[in-house]
């Protein structure tokens, strides 16, 4: 094998995916107080303060989250109103090794106040009160974040003197539905896997399902006997253009939605695919298919990806791109799914 493919300098093309949510306040005592987020009295005090001001470490269990004060930006052109920066997860277990490839393995050593970090960087949208936020797998979850910012929010109205220590409020993302993915997907030509589940049998004695692909699966299941169902089928090994049978998948997909319209069934369906071979695949959950979008960098190995560089490919790929198909950018699309107004 040549020194060339052992070249771990080159570029590689890294995919990162954003959610869309609305950040919302909710009042634990009174679950119905529900109001819209307004970030931007939390965003102007970590830009007008420094980090010493404000503990910023999170427990989440045996991780710590925190706030990468020096990563938070506040972008003012024309009319963007952007203020974004990133959160990360940090654990002190399973850490990994540094390897040279024909030579033994060595530890990485950390300080005892030192961690292994994974980044998530989150861009709010002040004008519209939208929040989108990267994917990382090993990052934080959604409900890691809601946590962090909740906590942080605390203590940010401590400092402020205006605690709410009687009647705490916690953070609460609602995403974004987009169900025009739905159409999308069934005009899809390559359906790479799909995830079926749910806890209900009944259905499948109803004359109504039973000539189904769905409901024949579901029928020889119940007679093994259990209480929940999961089935997936996948092309994982297969070559990126192999796709399951799409008329099958297309009409698995009107089934599930067919039951759910129709009946108290708790059946729900996740799909992964993509309109054509040289797409990048969808992920979309087919009862909650929340807005998305994805980003395509370049990115040199051995290198962590900094965050003015992830903000710009954001907004230039899809945020605030200018579409040449006509279509409008995720700006736009995330703006009429949602309302503007919100509360500090």
């Known amino acids: 094998m040549s020194k060339k493919q052992f070249d771990g ?18 009042d634990a005592q009174n679950p119905d107080d529900d109001v819209r987020w307004d970030m931007k009295d939390f965003s102007e005090f970590i830009l007008g303060h420094k980090h010493t001001e404000l ?6 269990g045996d991780e710590i989250a925190d706030l990468e004060w020096d990563t938070m ?58 929040l989108c936020v990267q994917s990382n797998y090993y990052g934080l979850s959604t409900h890691q974040i809601e946590t962090t910012l909740s906590i942080l929010r605390q203590r940010i109205k401590d400092t402020q003197g205006k ?26 030509s390559i359906y790479r896997r799909i995830v079926v589940k749910g806890s209900d049998y009944n259905f499948a ?21 259990g209480v929940n169902f999961s089935i997936e089928l996948s092309m994982a090994r297969e070559k990126k253009s192999k796709s399951l049978k799409k008329e099958n998948v297309r ?21 992964a695919s993509k309109k054509q071979e040289e797409d990048s695949i969808d992920f979309v959950n087919l009862l909650e298919p929340r807005l998305t979008s ?14 003015e560089s992830i903000y710009t490919n954001f907004c230039e790929q899809t945020y605030l791109s200018e579409r040449s198909d006509g279509k409008n950018n995720m700006r736009d699309k995330a703006k009429k799914l949602s309302g503007i107004m919100a509360e500090s």
Do not use: C, W
């Open 9 to 26: 300098n080159s570029k590689a093309k890294k995919k990162l995916r954003f959610n869309y949510f609305v950040p919302h306040l909710l």
């Open 55 to 60: 503990n910023t470490a999170v427990p989440l």
């Open 73 to 130: 930006r506040y972008d003012d052109k024309e009319d963007h109103n952007l203020y974004y920066f990133q959160l990360s997860k940090n654990r002190s277990k399973d850490i990994p090794s540094k390897k040279k490839l024909n030579h033994d393995k060595r530890a990485i050593e950390l300080e005892d106040d030192e961690y292994i970090g994974e980044f998530n960087l989150l861009v709010y949208d002040a004008k519209y009160n939208i």
């Open 163 to 188: 605690s709410e220590n009687d009647n705490p409020k916690g953070v609460v993302l609602e995403p974004l539905i987009d169900t025009s993915q739905i159409d999308n997907v069934k005009k899809h």
């Open 205 to 225: 004695a109803s004359d109504t399902y039973k000539n189904n692909p769905l409901n024949k699966a579901i029928s020889n299941l119940q007679a093994i006997g």
């Open 251 to 271: 009409e698995i997909i009107n089934e599930v939605l067919e039951l759910r319209k129709n009946s108290d069934s708790d059946v729900s369906m996740n799909i």
């Open 294 to 307: 994805t980003i395509v960098m370049n990115v040199e190995n051995r290198t962590t990806i900094a965050s």
